[in-house]
């Protein structure tokens, strides 16, 4: 009897653990995203890679409704035992566009710099699976601004992006 409060115990005291280790900021892995937002260029897909643990590079492409958005840039993860854990980003690509004459890719582009921070919520059914969820700042051009004074729009200071991620390499 012993011996099986002493497994329990064991198994009680790991499994905490065992959940804490997502892949989602571990070293060597890969992810593919769907999403909304400047990581995933528009409406697209962002490909994630971590060359090490809490620090991830990636790269976006989508559709903006304008034309075709890219964006690159980097997260770094805070370390946390929790099932989500809270990051911070930067990137460089599109940042503004506007839209053009009404047909598919009659828009432009802005590029500039964009930071912020959000959650990633690792799922507890699927290894690599995670959920992104974030804010960003643009810093965008002077050019994109004075188009935007000229057309009578405001852009919003603050974007939010959502992805669904899936590891793309091996466990």
């Known amino acids: 009897m012993k011996k099986v409060y002493t497994i329990s115990l064991l198994f009680l005291l790991t499994t905490p653990m065992?959940?804490?280790?997502?892949?989602?900021?571990?070293?060597?892995?890969s992810?593919?995203?769907?999403g909304l937002g400047l990581p995933y260029g528009g409406i697209g897909?962002?490909?994630?890679?971590n060359p090490i643990n809490m620090l991830s590079v990636f790269g976006g492409l989508g559709y903006n409704l304008g034309n075709v958005g890219s964006n690159a840039g980097i997260e770094l993860e805070i370390p946390s035992?929790?099932?989500?854990?809270?990051?911070?980003?930067?990137m460089y690509g599109y940042n503004g566009a506007t839209r053009g004459g009404g047909h598919f890719l009659s828009g432009k582009n802005y590029y500039g710099v964009s930071f912020g921070g959000g959650i990633k919520i690792n799922s507890k059914r699927v290894p690599g699976k995670f959920v992104?969820?974030?804010l960003l700042i643009p810093l965008r051009s002077e050019e994109f601004e004075s188009i935007?004074?000229?057309l009578d729009q405001k852009a919003w200071p603050m974007l939010i992006t959502v992805g669904l991620n899936f590891m793309a390499s091996e466990p």
């Open 31 to 34: 992810f593919v995203g769907i």
């Open 45 to 49: 897909l962002k490909f994630t890679y």
């Open 81 to 90: 035992q929790e099932q989500s854990s809270a990051y911070f980003t930067a």
């Open 18 to 29: 065992l959940q804490a280790q997502h892949y989602s900021h571990m070293k060597s892995k």
């Open 132 to 134: 992104n969820i974030g």
């Open 148 to 150: 935007n004074n000229r």
